[in-house]
């Protein structure tokens, strides 16, 4: 499993590179292993919706500016912690689904003030009194004036992850002129409309900082299809524990034991390095085989006599002992652009971002 299809004549932990391997790259630790462990809670499918809705407001309200992703993103963390204990579909269906306490002014979930059915049950299923739905918890009566199609199917849903993103967007830009929201002011503002109270905007607000740091680098603006899809899903996984043996296409997994060099993955759940990559590429619709020697065989292979650049967004990077041998190969990663890849280097690390000469050994890439 994992990169276990490395030549273990080398007696070397599996994604760990070889021993020449430059000391002074990033390391993840201290604060940066901090800050990707606030951002490893998204989920890759709801990421996904967060990054399109982002973009795609703009046909809605193109005077809005500002909106990000992190603002989203911080509204979901609190209204349903991203749908945390459901199933999202590759749709971007949430089941089941996700409905809020009967808004009959008894004050379950904080309300004292009965609000009256405006969807006779369509989308809360209580024909009798209203419930917020879905992800970003929407009342119906809200979803129903700035509902959008988000995943253009046709349909406009608050229990789809991509229509209620969008939704929000919309809702949070405003209407008329639109908002301003690089100004923190109308930002808090769009945000007490969503929820009239100091603390709601406090914890958002929180929410937003934090993805924002972890990833002021994320590397997916202008890049679309499927390279765009596998791209947030690996770094949706930033702060995952390295498992040996780890993950797999429905993600993190306790590993096995033990490496060449005696880390056991059994108590450990996260990924090793071709764990990942499946993982992410999977999120894509496509299969890769399960060890980095055998995804060095998948699409187009890139020489390492090309050079880093000629690798793109969402290609698969290779390390190897030997770099023009495939069946060497003992570390993967997936391209991010200017020379960085997201992986899991090596036991005692976390799934983060390092520069691809983090390794001696480049052995070229691949593009599924």
């Known amino acids: 499993m994992g990169c ?14 070889p021993l020449t391997m430059s000391m002074s790259a990033s390391s993840g630790s201290g604060g940066t292993a901090a800050n ?9 499918r709801m990421l996904t919706a967060y ?26 963390k609190v209204e349903s912690e991203h749908a945390a204990g459901h199933t999202v579909s590759s749709d971007g269906d949430v089941r ?47 979803f129903r004036t700035v509902g959008k199609d988000g995943n253009d199917d046709g349909v406009t849903d608050p229990h789809n992850v991509d229509d209620a993103a969008l939704s929000a967007a919309v809702y949070l830009c405003g209407s008329g002129r639109g908002r301003d929201l690089t100004q923190r002011q109308q930002l808090e503002t769009a945000i007490r409309s969503y929820n009239h109270s100091a603390a709601y905007v406090a914890d958002v607000m929180g929410w937003i900082a934090r993805y924002k740091t972890t990833s002021s680098a994320m590397p997916v603006k202008g890049v679309t299809g499927r390279a765009r899809t596998v791209l947030a899903a690996a770094l949706g996984q930033r702060g995952m524990p390295y498992s040996w043996g780890g993950g797999s ?48 065989g998948v699409g187009r ?16 990077v290779f390390f190897g002992y030997v770099p023009t041998a495939d069946g060497t190969i003992h570390h993967v990663g997936i391209y991010l652009g200017n020379g960085k890849m997201i992986n899991a280097l090596r036991p005692g690390t976390k799934v983060r971002v390092d520069p691809v000469s983090v390794m001696s050994d480049y052995a070229g890439g691949a593009r599924p």
């Open 4 to 17: 276990l299809g490395m030549v273990l004549f080398f007696a070397l932990v599996c994604c760990a590179g």
């Open 249 to 296: 296409v429905n993600g993190p997994s306790y590993g096995i034991c033990c490496s060449p060099g005696g880390s056991s993955g059994e108590r450990i759940r996260g990924f090793d390095c071709s764990g990942l990559t499946s993982y992410a590429y999977a999120q894509a619709g496509i299969t890769l085989p399960r060890t980095a020697a055998a995804q060095a």
């Open 96 to 142: 089941p689904r996700i409905l809020g306490p009967k808004l009959d002014g008894s004050g379950a979930g904080g309300n004292t003030t009965p609000v009256p059915d405006a969807d006779h049950g369509r989308w809360d299923g209580d024909p009798d009194g209203e419930r917020a739905v879905g992800p970003f918890q929407f009342l119906p009566a809200t």
């Open 36 to 44: 990707a462990a606030a951002a490893a809670d998204i989920p890759a």
């Open 51 to 76: 990054m399109a809705a982002a973009e795609g407001v703009r046909s809605f309200r193109p005077r809005c500016r500002g909106m990000q992703w992190q603002v989203l993103a911080g509204i979901a």
């Open 301 to 316: 292979r890139i020489p390492a006599s090309a050079g880093v650049k000629a690798l793109r967004p969402g290609d698969l």
